[in-house]
């Protein structure tokens, strides 16, 4: 279970009070990702918190409400971290470098709540939705900015900008998919991994 | 609905048969995509095939089994793609790019089959997903034949290659969870778009 995991000072769902609260929701994580949003109820949820059903309502007043405050926290912390790199110091690729390293890190540490918000999408009601769009977009444009930068210094050499940028976002995001707390790597190891693959994908120079 | 796309001669579950069964797989695919796995039932299949509950019943015994079919369909088509560009003509740079086309444009062209092929491994019964996860080493394996061949040849830069493997396989694959018929890239544009960025990735000599 990594809803307990720390990140880089980031205690998860520490954001959520009162307790009560923030039990529900990680319960409601670890029974999305095993289960799929469709097959939880919200009885089950509250059964995972050692709660009544009507203690949950207290809090929540529907399953939708519930996924959408976790992809909602979830969309919120990517935004953080790639407009925080974006907007740090330095050239494009140490930009670049530690952008692809904190969201990588962020999508292997906490990959069972990344699964959920990246599959659950399409559950979350039109509002909830458009809203987790506009974030999602933000990020997408913080990512863009950088390569685009480091093509107008010529420091990178990239013949489609908004493909790429789709394309490191989609490798960073896929690392929740395939990580695996028992293998090889550490969530450390794959960001400096990909963060190499990343430089080589918008042919840095050295 | 991807199920009945066209990708390069291959007539999606052409090899199910007969048409009562294909119908049956078909609908599995669009309801486990929808809502789940768990939360679909044999019902539901039955009721999106047009067909009852008995009549699946003579074609699968169980829900598992229909995940099984599809999943190893898939895993087939996968592991006949890369392999056929691991052992076909070309340099490492050649086969490289054939390889990342051609895996690209599946996971594209059917994306939702893709994702079902993906997002539901741990559904599988024990020994059906011991089966399947010895074709995806396999998989995994003609992709990292191809990157040590290139770097033995001296063709490629590859620090470390099971990692970089990982990361291509991985990045192919993610294409299922983004693509949209309606997004402005074809299958064709993203296979080339994503084979250029592989053979960065690789530090491929041009």
């Given at each position: 279970?990594?809803?307990?995991?720390?990140?880089?000072?980031?205690?998860?769902?520490?954001?959520?009070?009162?307790?009560?609260?923030?039990?529900?929701?990680?319960?409601?994580?670890?029974?999305?990702?095993?289960?799929?949003?469709?097959?939880?109820?919200?009885?089950?949820?509250?059964?995972?918190?050692?709660?009544?059903?009507?203690?949950?309502?207290?809090?929540?007043?529907?399953?939708?409400?519930?996924?959408?405050?976790?992809?909602?926290?979830?969309?919120?912390?990517a935004l953080e971290?790639?407009?925080?790199?974006?907007?740090?110091?330095?050239?494009?690729?140490?930009?670049?470098?530690?952008?692809?390293?904190?969201?990588?890190?962020?999508?292997?540490?906490?990959?069972?709540?990344?699964?959920?918000?990246?599959?659950?999408?399409?559950?979350?009601?039109?509002?909830?939705?458009?809203?987790?769009?506009?974030l999602?977009?933000r990020s997408?444009?913080?990512?863009?900015?950088?390569?685009?930068?480091?093509?107008?210094?010529?420091?990178?050499?990239?013949?489609?900008?908004?493909?790429?940028?789709?394309?490191?976002?989609?490798?960073?995001?896929?690392?929740?998919?395939?990580?695996?707390?028992?293998?090889?790597?550490?969530?450390?190891?794959?960001?400096?991994?990909?963060?190499?693959?990343?430089?080589?994908?918008?042919?840095?120079?050295?």
């Amino acid at each position: 279970m990594d809803s307990t995991a720390e990140d880089g000072g980031y205690q998860a769902w520490s954001e959520v009070t009162p307790d009560a609260a923030r039990r529900l929701l990680v319960a409601a994580v670890d029974a999305f990702a095993e289960r799929g949003y469709h097959a939880t109820t919200t009885r089950d949820i509250a059964g995972r918190a050692g709660m009544s059903p009507a203690a949950l309502y207290i809090h929540y007043k529907t399953k939708e409400e519930l996924l959408h405050r976790i992809s909602r926290i979830g969309h919120d912390k990517a935004l953080e971290i790639l407009e925080s790199a974006a907007d740090g110091p330095g050239d494009a690729a140490a930009r670049l470098d530690r952008a692809v390293r904190s969201f990588v890190r962020w999508h292997a540490a906490h990959h069972t709540t990344a699964r959920v918000v990246q599959y659950e999408l399409d559950a979350l009601g039109p509002e909830h939705r458009a809203e987790i769009v506009a974030l999602r977009r933000r990020s997408g444009a913080a990512v863009q900015r950088i390569i685009a930068e480091g093509v107008a210094a010529g420091r990178f050499a990239v013949p489609d900008v908004p493909g790429t940028t789709l394309a490191v976002l989609s490798l960073c995001i896929d690392v929740a998919r395939w990580f695996n707390v028992d293998g090889p790597r550490t969530p450390d190891e794959v960001g400096a991994l990909y963060a190499d693959l990343v430089l080589r994908m918008v042919g840095a120079q050295k």
